[in-house]
């Protein structure tokens, strides 16, 4: 052992004597490892839901008409400016000059026309499909300019145009944007070694501000021990959303690392089949909403990272409305009305995906349940076998799920959606607001749909879910939230 | 010897067969679509059903099966659905990494094994060998995972000597690519070791006993004389099996260790598969695995042959 111990001594006496030696000559780094949890299956934003591909290629490799900031906000990328007619129906969008694709072929209308009109054609295999199913018709008006004409006025438009699915693809190299994507964007695909990172290079020729990174690689660790020890070795730099929570205090503790603690889009519902009895029963589903604790959820699942929520909508977004005191934990209310509704004696079936907020969150429900008499028979789902079950069959009494779309609330006003709501005075609501675009009356009916899903207890509203990263102290620049999902490097630089 | 070889090539194909529809069957009744797994929460029906067409999912079962068994026996592994790129392409990426890790962690195991168990079986109830019984009792018992997070703290965190995990590529270099394989290598070895010490020395111990040595002793031979040239080669037999046991073990099992140095192996890509329902990834390379047992299993049973010429001579 002593021999060991003078061993490593002379090591660490040799690397510091290098380090010394060295250091003063030593520029900013340039070159970051990113760590994730999942890899993602392919690279083609266009032809996938998997929250990875974006991680990887959103603002890094591809863009779009529009973009997502990190604070949420829609902003020009390839469309410098647009003009919208009076009627709400047609976009013109004026698109910036000397954009170049990463094969060298010029970027134009042509490329728009091209990657919208796939994205919404019949064989499309876009996951988020109904993102352009107002479009009309789409015509090139000169190389720089196109116009976008929808059949029916869409106040989110240009927000639908920033998300991943609506990224413009060159039609040489769409097909083969699943391995080898080619964007327009400030970093060009390096290499994929399969399973274990993706690399992203500098693209010297980017029409936008030139980014301080020359090498992106994303490390894509599973295990959240794993996670863990890749961080304190340094084979990571950032870790955007670390899989372990229960060591984020560690890193709070430590000066080298940063903890970064933003927001998601995921609001996190208990999920009820409203179409099955007693679940169809509006006082029933309000007694489980007064059983559950929200934040000895919070606390229990996600170590204190989360916001309570009330309805289903973002908290950080200006046309929230804070409802949770309308369902407030409250356990004797909640029997009262089980009482009230002849509901004695219930047994559920709660059946939950594999992310840790629902498996460790379930129990929890579980248990608060129980306080009030109502018992839960848990199943824990792989995420293909919970579609197959819950999402597609509706096989389920309750349900855990976080719903990271940004501004998904209109999938209440759909029929066969799992929770089976589809009400009709909801569902008027959301067709009065894709017909408005005038703020006011569009806040006063987003305001409305909130109310109206929380007042009738469609599912029982949890939480937002927090993103929560861990960072060298030295990196800056990193998203702190995610208004969609990704991992935008094109601002992120060492800070020596 | 031929037939022998015969017998044993009829009933390795056999087996590829009955496998092969097995494999099919049950991935095909797990619960579980590939396409809306991709396709996520948000999509579209249309786009959904658009997506089985282009993976071939709304053909038959029957012609899915014998597409599946023809494309393998031309070599054709298929694509997979949520890669989008040859199986086989993906496969033999992987297998890279298995395959260097597995005969890397073999060759390390029997290196210790080998030694230590003829020690412990020449100087029987000498403190080295009650040493090498406590050693491997321990090594049996430590859960190989645990074990590589020890090494993890003590080498990559604390000594910096080693990265965490992940595997850079053997373009990399060659002592780059050994190096990341290095502590998951030990991590692997150190119970087959302890296994494979004791099945060593048991053997030896066994053949010690035997008449043979009992004449070579008799006929003037040292103790270690005996040992060397007679009971060794005898003793090999249960030690081969268990070296190809472990080989087959480690090609495939090592996924617990690949999750905790994160390596892009064999065992993660198939749990990774099953995870997204990429069926073809999974029945392929099962069957890949079970022709690497079958085919270890093989060899094996002609080594046997090598070791003890008896085997050979028989007709069995």
Known sequence: ???????????????????????????????????????????????????????????????????????????PALAHSWDISDDGLSYTFHLREGVTFHDGSTFDAEDVKFSLDRARGDDSTNAQKALFADI?????????????????????????????????????????????????????FGEWVKGDHVELGKNASYWG??????????????????????????????????????????????????????????????GMNNKKAPLDNLTVRQAITHAIDRQAIIDGALFGNGTPIGTHFAPHHPDYVDLTAGSAYDPEKSKKLLEEAGATDLT???????????????????????????????TNLEWPQWLEEVFKNKDFDLTIVSHTEPMDIGIYARDDYYFQYGDADFKKIMVELNDTTDPAKRTELLHAAQNK??????????????????????????????PTQANDMTKVHWDD | MTLYLLRRLLSLSLTLVAASLVVFLVTEIIPGDPASFMMGMNADPSAVAALRNEMGLDQPFFWRYFDWVWGLLQGDFGRSY????????????????????????????????????????????????????????????????WFAMLLVLAFAINLHWFSAGGFPGWDAGFFTAMKALTLPAFALALPQASILTRVMRSSLLDTLDEDFVRTARAKGLSRSQALWRHALRNALIPVLTIVGLQFSFLLAGGIIIENVFYLPGLGRLVFQAISQRDLIVVRSVIILLVFAVVAVTFLVDIAYAIADPRLRRHRR
């Open chain 1, 1 to 75: 052992m002593t021999s060991l111990k003078k061993l490593t001594g002379a090591a660490s006496l040799i690397a510091l004597a290098i380090g010394l030696s060295v250091a003063p000559a030593m520029a900013a780094r340039t070159d970051i490892n990113v760590g994730m949890v999942l890899e993602p299956p392919n690279l083609d934003p266009t032809g996938g839901a998997a929250a990875a591909i974006d991680e990887v290629v959103y603002a890094n490799i591809f863009e779009g008409l529009t973009r997502f900031t990190a604070d949420g906000a829609v902003v």
């Open chain 1, 136 to 188: 009309a018709s789409i015509d090139v008006v000169d190389p720089k300019t196109v116009t976008v004409t929808l059949s029916k006025p869409n106040g989110l438009f240009l927000f639908n145009m920033a998300w991943g699915d609506a990224v413009i693809v060159a039609p040489e190299t769409a097909a083969d944007n699943a391995t080898k994507p080619v964007g327009t964007g400030p970093f060009t």
């Open chain 1, 209 to 270: 501000d030139a980014v301080s990174l020359d090498k992106v690689t994303f490390k894509f660790i599973a295990d959240p021990t794993a996670a863990f020890a890749a961080m304190m070795a340094g084979d990571v730099d950032a870790f955007p959303n670390f899989p372990a929570p229960e060591n984020l205090d560690q890193f709070k503790a430590d000066p080298r690392f940063t903890v970064i603690v933003g927001s998601t889009e995921g609001e996190t519902i208990l």
């Open chain 1, 348 to 378: 559920l079936t709660l059946k939950l995906p594999p992310p840790s907020y629902a498996r460790r969150g379930g129990e929890i429900i579980a248990s608060q349940l129980k306080e009030v008499g109502i018992g839960t028979e848990i």
């Open chain 1, 453 to 482: 899903i929380a007042d009738d207890a469609v599912n029982a509203y949890l939480f937002q879910l927090a993103k929560t990263g861990v960072a060298d102290a030295k990196v800056k620049g990193l998203w702190a939230n995610s």
């Open chain 2, 82 to 145: 949520t890669y989008k790129v040859p199986v086989a392409e993906l496969v033999s990426a992987r297998v890279m990494v298995s395959l260097p890790l597995t005969i890397y962690a073999l060759v390390l195991s029997t290196a210790i094994a080998f030694p230590a168990g003829v020690i412990a079986a020449s100087r029987r109830n000498s403190p080295a060998d009650i040493a090498v019984i406590g050693v491997t009792q321990l090594g049996v018992a430590i859960p190989n995972f």
